[in-house]
């Protein structure tokens, strides 16, 4: 497995602001992904952050909202922007290790958007 | 129709019972699954994983996965209090390929 870090780990944020959120693994990852989770929901995929290039987005979600930076193998950012009430979630980044095909999820950043 | 299908529950069983929760499937190219724990206010945890069909025992947690149903099951002997949280079950077609999750289930063992 892997230590997956995310901060912050909570905030509490403006409506029109924006929220960067980190993410920095310990090892080797292939992929890393972005989820979004609801209250008392499953988990919703945001994004695919790929390395050097722009991040691949699912339907739903889109750049200029959810900004994703992926520099290197190891770390990468997503940006809520001009956040809403509705943004009000728990983000979760994901890595898929080198070698391997299972995914290990970050602790989660709990958003609340006032 | 969901790619994933999971009985939300709440599920409530007394401690040392034998739980088996369940997710069906529609996608028969899926051959990556995975479950997850998840408890209150934390990431979800990755409890077991497999490829293609077949059974994985990991302690007290056996995985089981029917390719001809498009059924998987995850088994937990002994449960404990601590078992108490969400499982999430997870697949994918190919590697690299997006995850589907479940809906989860809500697990409670009680003393």
């Known amino acids: 497995s892997a230590v997956i870090s995310q901060k912050p780990s909570r905030d509490i944020c403006q409506r029109g602001t924006s929220l960067t959120i980190q993410c920095q693994v310990d090892s080797q990852v292939t992929m890393m992904f972005w989820y979004r989770q609801q209250p008392g929901q499953s988990l919703t995929l945001i994004a695919t952050a790929n390395q050097g290039s722009e991040a691949t987005y699912e339907s739903g979600f889109v750049i200029d909202k959810f900004p994703i930076s992926r520099p290197n193998l190891t770390f990468s950012t997503l940006t809520v922007s001009n956040m809403s009430p509705e943004d009000s979630s728990i983000y979760l980044c994901?890595?898929?290790?080198?070698?391997?095909?299972?995914?290990?999820f970050g602790p989660g950043t709990r958003l609340t958007v006032t | 129709q969901k790619e994933v299908e999971q009985d939300p529950g709440p599920l409530s069983v007394p401690e040392g019972a034998i739980v088996s929760l369940n997710c069906t499937y529609s996608?028969?190219?899926?051959?990556?699954f995975m479950w997850y724990r998840q408890y209150s206010r934390k990431g979800p945890e990755l409890l077991m994983y497999t490829y293609s069909s077949g059974n994985k025992e990991d302690g007290r947690f056996t995985a089981q996965v029917d390719k001809s149903s498009k059924y998987i099951s995850l088994f937990i002997r002994d449960s404990q209090p601590s078992d108490s949280a969400t499982y999430l079950c997870a697949m994918s077609a190919y590697w690299g390929n997006q995850f589907y999750f479940g809906t989860g289930t809500s697990l409670t063992v009680i003393p």
């Open positions: 996608n028969s190219a899926f051959q990556y």
């Open positions: 994901s890595v898929v290790l080198l070698g391997g095909y299972e995914q290990y």
